[in-house]
């Protein structure tokens, strides 16, 4: 009976989501680490661990009795031989070999690929992309990443680094990217480029986000930039269409490209829909060719913040 659960693992810039999941894809225990408390290879290895045997216990089994893990990494993975290439945001992990490290630790089998390539996985699978044939999603959170599926199969490319959409050039003159380059998509819709706007919008005064920012402490966060735009602050209206702007020109490029029938778009900073989604849409109808821009649907995710571990679980499953 144990052996019907599987535990999906997606590794955030911001926390390590770990949870338990069926064979019809729910997810019914959660295990939440901080990324930064197990940043390092050999930390993430143990607390992945640790969180691994309690979710097996849970349902009175152990991790060598489980049919498996998957992981989504947040940068570049060999996902063949389950080796991490290099994380963009986190520091200290380079051609990390992670599937055999788990697998050593767990005794179970384990897989491992790009962290946005599980979203896609997860909503084809179970959420917003089911039934398209042509499916980019993306995730909207500390940087942007992105998964691309094209006849119910994970579009890789020639070195398996398909689906970047984050570091496609929209403004060469633009701000310097974690990659290092100037102008990246991730550096104008990252959650760090929120910040940074929101930053420049309080020092020339605006209200109510800096009531907000300074009741929180003075931590900033995409999310307070959301809730200083719906109680009417002006500034902070301007930034998400700004966002919603450099998304747009962003997602054109893609339409054009890949005339996809679908586009889902996750993370946390896609919570503030309402807020972007209309500067989005008339972004991509005015940019993206009109026969591509006919075909598209642009949609929400549907499996929240369990997209990621739903997704880990079914790239397990294909590698059975």
């Not at 063949?80 to 599937?99: F, I, T, Y």
């Not at 403004?171 to 990252?190: N, Q």
Request: aromatic residues 4%; hydrophobic residues 45%; charged residues 20%.
């Amino acid at each position: 009976m144990s052996g019907r659960w599987t535990v999906g693992v997606d590794f955030g810039g911001t926390n390590v989501k770990a949870g338990l999941v069926s064979p019809a894809g729910r997810v019914v225990a959660t295990r939440l680490l901080s990324s930064k408390a197990v940043g390092r290879p050999a930390r993430f290895v143990e607390g992945l661990g640790e969180a691994v045997e309690d979710l097996a216990r849970s349902v009175g089994s152990r991790p060598d009795k489980l049919r498996g893990v998957g992981v989504g990494a947040p940068g570049q993975v060999d996902a063949e031989r389950g080796v991490v290439l290099s994380l963009v945001n986190v520091p200290g992990w380079r051609r990390v070999p992670l599937r055999r490290l788990l697998e050593r630790r767990l005794g179970c089998r384990c897989a491992v690929d790009n962290d946005a390539n599980l979203f896609a996985l997860g909503e084809f699978t179970f959420g917003a992309g089911r039934g398209a044939q042509c499916l980019v999603c993306l995730t909207l959170g500390t940087g942007l990443g992105g998964g691309i599926i094209v006849n119910g199969a994970l579009y890789r490319g020639a070195s398996g680094a398909a689906g970047e959409p984050g570091h496609m050039v929209i403004d060469p003159d633009g701000p310097r990217c974690g990659c290092g380059v100037k102008g990246c998509l991730e550096a104008h819709v990252g959650a760090a480029a929120l910040v940074r706007m929101g930053r420049r919008a309080i020092r020339q005064g605006a209200e109510p986000l800096r009531t907000l920012v300074r009741k929180a402490g003075g931590r900033l966060t995409p999310a307070l930039l959301g809730q200083a735009a719906r109680q009417g602050d002006a500034a902070a209206r301007r930034i998400w269409v700004e966002f919603g702007r450099s998304l747009g020109i962003g997602l054109g490029n893609m339409v054009n490209l890949l005339n996809p029938d679908r586009i889902v778009l996750g993370g946390g900073v896609a919570g503030a829909w309402a807020l972007f989604y209309p500067t989005l849409i008339r972004t991509v109808r005015a940019q993206a060719l009109e026969v591509s821009a006919r075909a598209v649907g642009i949609v929400r995710a549907r499996l929240g913040d369990h997209a990621g571990i739903v997704g880990a679980a079914v790239l397990l499953w294909r590698t059975a």
